[in-house]
């Protein structure tokens, strides 16, 4: 049969259009892979200079704060928002890393639901907030324990061993020093370090967006308060995660207590004679090799209860001070303080008083780092959004919704910002902050 040219043009261009709308179509799915699914954040990992952290050979200063609650909210696809709406915040702020939880065991939205078994929507959750956190160039300290009691805590494994009929003792300082607890852990570091990241595809171990993580939080070990079965544990467990990933640097997660191998003088440093007894030694637990840099946490509220704010403006001076002199003079390491807080329910509680706390915390950083010394950052406790009330727990607030330490934390993060970068270009690049 005879068939016409034009036949033949009608055919050649509907077969181009489909090709047109097929490569098109790939382009498109393979554009959004590379943007989206398989986003990877272009930036380094943060490493140590002797007293200093350096990212790109500069000095890298931290202006931090915590956000304990993330990985929970990340969960529910009704809760989600929020987290993009505090890095969002941190951001429009200048604030450069987050501390957060990457542990959850045995409770409500548990990461970890029994000894090496986990929830793959939980892990997916953590995902989602690395992955958040580095589309907004924020960089995340995540911890990995916690000494008290929320979202399992140490007494979460050994309720584990005790009922699985192999825990030595129902004591929760038996996490530190009882093997098969320990074999627990050692499961679980393992498999957080090892997790493949399913936005990104990248192994957590190898994600420049984490900036450390640190073994737990506020460890104590009043069992024995030599301090030697602490020691103990920090020297096994850093030693463990360093055969893992020699790309992340670690931290404690220490207080910042004195113990009993602390000279004197820093003993008289302590709030009280009660808080040399809890098991942990700043400086002796901080010399450890395999721990990168030190981690000191300010409560004086907590800590001193009856004191009036004239001696707990006095406290927190010398405490700061001295944990950098110890950074600078002894470990020879940077310092983060990477809690500060003061409560509301505190005896006489005034804003101005938050303010002048946050403030003398900020200006001894901000001095020690004009002087390239170990005082290298401080993250407030705790920063929540809109809609997370439940979540107030007499330390945290809305930073849009109090002006004053709004301004304050600009402020600071553009202070540091003009030390690593030079003042012109430093305000140039944080304009939006420093303006």
């Not at 987290?83 to 429009?92: K, P, Y």
């Not at 995902?127 to 995340?140: P, Q, S």
């Not at 916690?146 to 129902?170: F, P, R």
């Not at 079965?229 to 931290?251: G, V």
């Amino acid at each position: 049969m005879a068939v016409s040219n034009g036949f033949f043009y009608h055919i050649l261009a509907f077969t181009s259009c489909v090709a047109f709308i097929y490569f098109s179509f790939r382009d498109f799915k393979d554009d959004f892979k590379s943007h989206f699914l398989d986003y990877k954040p272009q930036v380094r990992f943060v490493e140590i200079n002797g007293t200093q952290f350096v990212l790109d050979g500069k000095p890298f200063y931290v202006n931090g704060w915590n956000s304990y609650w993330l990985m929970d909210q990340a969960v529910d696809e009704s809760t989600r928002p929020r987290v993009n709406a505090i890095f969002r915040t941190g951001t429009q702020m200048g604030l450069t890393v987050c501390r957060t939880w990457a542990f959850n065991d045995g409770t409500y939205n548990a990461l970890q639901i029994s000894p090496g078994l986990f929830d793959e929507r939980v892990f997916q959750a953590l995902d989602r907030v690395i992955t958040e956190a580095g589309r907004h160039g924020i960089r995340l300290i995540l911890s990995l324990a916690n000494n008290l009691d929320a979202y399992g805590g140490k007494s979460q494994y050994v309720k584990w061993a005790w009922e699985e009929g192999v825990g030595l003792s129902s004591s929760n300082d038996s996490f530190f020093f009882d093997p098969s607890i320990k074999r627990y852990f050692k499961k679980y570091l393992k498999t957080v370090l090892t997790r493949r990241n399913h936005i990104s595809g990248v192994q957590y171990k190898d994600d420049p967006t984490i900036f450390a993580w640190e073994l737990m939080n506020e460890p104590r070990c009043t069992e024995d308060s030599s301090g030697r079965t602490l020691q103990n544990w920090i020297e096994e467990m850093s030693k463990y995660i360093k055969s893992i990933d020699q790309n992340h640097l670690l931290t404690v997660g220490l207080e910042g207590f004195y113990g009993p191998k602390s000279p004197p003088e820093k003993l008289n440093i302590n709030p009280g004679e009660w808080y040399g007894m809890l098991g942990a030694d700043f400086i002796r637990n901080n010399k450890i090799p395999s721990i990168d840099f030190a981690s000191v946490h300010v409560y004086p509220d907590s800590w001193l209860v009856l004191a009036d704010i004239t001696e707990k403006e006095n406290f927190v001076s010398k405490w700061v001070k001295s944990h950098i002199e110890d950074a600078d003079n002894i470990l020879k390491k940077p310092v983060l303080f990477t809690e500060f807080g003061l409560s509301s329910n505190a005896n006489g509680f005034d804003h101005s008083h938050r303010l002048l706390f946050y403030k003398s915390i900020f200006d001894t950083i901000y001095e020690s780092a004009k002087k390239n010394g170990a005082g290298s950052g401080a993250f407030v406790w705790q920063l929540i959004v809109e809609g997370m009330e439940v979540f107030h727990d007499s330390f945290a607030f809305i930073p849009e919704s109090i002006p004053s330490l709004h301004s304050l934390l600009k402020e600071q993060s553009c202070r540091l910002a003009t030390l690593r970068y030079g003042s012109n270009l430093g305000r140039q690049i944080f304009k939006n902050v420093c303006e």
